[in-house]
């Protein structure tokens, strides 16, 4: 017997999207922040106060966000399948027209449409027509738990990235030391997202790095100008 169940780099969504924004997001908002506080001039405890400040409420906002957003997206799922279940009570009949014209529309003969369509609906009309005219699979379907702890979890290593360089690297040197490295730190987020997703490694890597460069430098420069008219 052929086993059909391959791994796809679609089985990965769900989780990947969140963690490769959580992760970029803590990397870039809090270099970007340390870099701005330290070009004001302040002291390292300061730059580390308002890091690890920004660590905390960035993974709580990053983990409330996804939740918040992904329950609305299972919602509305749950809301289209609920509409889906009762009009297959109400009218069978027409509910398998109407998936046989799906298969139509993507190629089948129309005598085979019918067919695979009363086949499918004869096996699980509802997953059926969950998949094949909402678009909504198990692979694919919101998971807010999964989303909110992989965005936070990955906030916290992406953000805990550059404090680590401000502890260890000399006051004189904070900005250049946070900058580079954290421009190394996207770089591999890029290239390890893009072998996780199956994507071009170097365009996610000049992606990444060139947003979090320009976010870094204009925050830089906000906090140079700050601290110069302060």
């Keep these: 017997m052929i086993n059909y ?7 990965r969504v769900g989780w990947l999207r969140a963690a490769v924004l959580g992760a970029n997001d803590g990397i870039v908002s809090t270099a970007s922040l340390v870099i701005g506080v330290a070009a004001a001039s302040a002291v390292r405890g300061d730059v ?5 400040a920004g660590l905390v409420a960035g993974a709580m906002s990053m983990a409330a966000g996804e939740y918040v957003s992904v329950s609305s997206q299972a919602d509305t799922e749950q809301a289209d399948l609920a509409r889906e ?3 297959l009570d109400d009218d069978e009949v027409f509910e398998q027209e109407e998936l046989a014209a799906i298969y139509v529309d993507r190629g089948l003969d129309p005598a085979l449409a019918k067919q695979v369509a009363e086949q499918l609906m004869a096996h699980d009309a509802l997953t059926a027509h969950a998949r094949d005219e909402l678009g909504i699979s198990e692979t694919l379907s919101a998971r807010p738990i999964q989303a909110a702890f992989a965005s936070a979890g990955s906030f916290v ?4 990235l550059p404090l680590i360089v401000v502890f260890l690297s000399p006051e004189s040197i904070l900005v250049p030391a946070v900058s580079v490295t954290s421009l190394i730190f996207l770089a591999l987020l890029g290239v390890v997202a893009a072998r996780t997703g199956g994507s071009p490694i170097i365009k996610a890597t000049v992606r990444v790095t060139f947003w979090g460069a320009l976010a870094m430098g204009l925050t830089a ?4 100008l700050f601290g ?3």
Excluded: D, F, I, P
């Design 228 to 230: 110069t008219v302060v």
């Design 221 to 224: 420069l906000v906090g140079a």
């Design 85 to 87: 279940r009762k009009e």
């Design 157 to 160: 290593v992406g953000a805990a």
């Design 5 to 11: 169940r391959e791994r796809h780099y679609t089985g």
């Design 48 to 52: 580390l106060v308002a890091g690890v």
